[in-house]
């Protein structure tokens, strides 16, 4: 599922699901992307919580994680 919004100040938001995205139990993966906060990734099954780099490749968007905490 992949969505976007725009709040009012004008700052386009992405809001994406990977299923089975998570590193650590394979669930599906929240990622939320703004221009001014970069992106950021929730597992809600494990609780896992990152930093994501969203990166455009020719070959297609790549992912990179960085472990910010669990909840």
């Known amino acids: 599922m ?3 919004t725009e709040n009012n100040i004008g700052e386009r938001i992405a809001d994406f699901t990977l299923p089975e ?9 929240s990622i939320r992307s703004t221009p ?4 950021h990734s929730y597992c809600p099954h ?4 990152s930093r ?9 968007l790549e992912i990179a994680y960085a472990t910010q905490g669990f909840a």
């Open 2 to 4: 992949t969505s976007s």
């Open 21 to 29: 995205g998570c590193m650590l139990c394979g669930g599906a993966v």
């Open 36 to 39: 001014g906060g970069g992106a």
């Open 46 to 49: 494990c609780h896992w919580l």
């Open 52 to 60: 994501t780099r969203l990166r455009m490749r020719k070959e297609g």
